[in-house]
Nanobody, 125 residues
Framework: QVQLVESGGGLVQAGGALILSCKAS????????MGWFRQAPGKEREFVAA??????????YYADSMKGRFTISGDNDKTTVYLQMSILKPEDTAVYFC????????????????WGQGTQVTVSS
């Protein structure tokens, strides 16, 4: 099992920035992905970004609408990922979830068996 704990959410004004963190513990894999999804009230869970570690490289994948404002990064110990969010807009308001899976990157929520509890991000106008 993998346990994920998110932190860093909060209230921010439009145009501001936040950094979310997700710490993983428990089982590890040689090829491993940690990603971020978000879910706004009344909407489906939406892919934001993912970071994948293989034995020799790290690779990144973003939802097209997130490119340029959101940046995903990870620690060298492969247990923590960050989501740097900038130029935030009210429509970015959502619960942001960290997720993990073994294998290759996926933008599909159902491909991820491990999830954190989520952290609320609220962007005021």
């Amino acid at each position: 099992q993998v346990q994920l704990v998110e932190s860093g959410g909060g209230l921010v004004q439009a145009g501001g920035a936040l950094i979310l963190s997700c710490k993983a513990s428990g089982r590890t894999f040689s090829t491993y992905v940690m990603g971020w999804f978000r879910q706004a009230p009344g909407k489906e869970r939406e892919f934001v970004a993912a970071l994948g570690w293989s034995e020799r490289t790290t690779y990144y994948y973003y939802a097209d609408s997130m490119k340029g404002r959101f940046t995903i990064s990870g620690d060298n110990d492969k247990t923590t990922v960050y989501l740097q969010m900038s130029i935030l807009k009210p429509e970015d308001t959502a619960v942001y979830f960290c997720a993990a899976r073994a294998g290759s990157i996926s933008y599909l929520a159902y491909d991820y068996p491990y999830w954190g509890q989520g952290t609320q991000v609220t962007v005021s106008s």
